[in-house]
């Protein structure tokens, strides 16, 4: 995370637009904090991940719906994870595409999955661009506003660099089993 800050405080908006293509809930996390520093601009940070994030779930609904031939061999390994996200778009409709934006997983698997159905692109891009509004003022907003205990955990974690380790295997374990579980073969 400290990398994170140094680098966005370095390059700011041009690493937060990048990352932010594909979910970028780390580096929002980390500019609302500069922000809170004084090193970047929350209003700026805002619109450049609203924008960075619309355009990276519209270009993978674009990708898969208009190049599925060859986007699909990609795809391979990730059958039973689209087929979950699919699942899911069927179950909550319009609505997954909002809260997709906040889990860990399938922030990117949501537009392939959708972008496979008939579903309307014009409809995808209106939720697509009031969720990454919403989800960009929400997190930002946040990070600024808990910038202060942020910035202590960032230190706490930097004085103690073995606690990140046993965090991120944490995560990713929980975003394995879930998957696992929810995409397991009925026998």
């Given at each position: 995370m400290q990398e994170m800050l140094t680098s966005l405080s370095t390059w700011g908006?041009?690493?937060?637009?990048?990352?932010?293509?594909?979910?970028?809930?780390?580096?929002l996390v980390a500019a609302g904090v500069l922000s809170y520093a004084g090193q970047m601009n929350l209003a700026?940070?805002?619109v450049v991940a609203a924008?960075?994030?619309f355009l990276g779930d519209t270009l993978l609904f674009y990708l898969t719906?208009?190049?599925k031939t060859e986007i699909m061999p990609y795809l391979k390994k990730q059958k039973r994870s689209l087929a979950l996200a699919q699942i899911l778009f069927k179950k909550h409709g319009g609505k997954i595409i909002f809260f997709k934006?906040?889990?860990?997983g399938i922030k990117t698997l949501v537009p392939l999955a959708i972008g496979l159905t008939k579903y309307s692109f014009a409809?995808?891009?209106?939720?697509?661009?009031?969720s990454a509004v919403v989800w960009a003022i929400s997190l930002g907003l946040l990070s600024y506003y808990l910038g202060e205990p942020l910035m202590k955990l960032f230190d706490?974690?930097?004085?103690?660099p073995w606690i990140m380790p046993i965090i991120m295997v944490l995560i990713f374990g929980l975003?394995?089993?879930?998957?696992k579980r929810a995409t397991r073969k009925n026998r």
């Open positions: 908006y041009l690493i937060l637009f990048f990352y932010t293509l594909g979910g970028g809930f780390v580096a700026i940070v805002i924008i960075s994030n719906r208009y190049s934006k906040y889990i860990y409809k995808f891009s209106m939720i697509n661009a009031i706490h974690i930097k004085s103690n975003i394995i089993l879930y998957f």
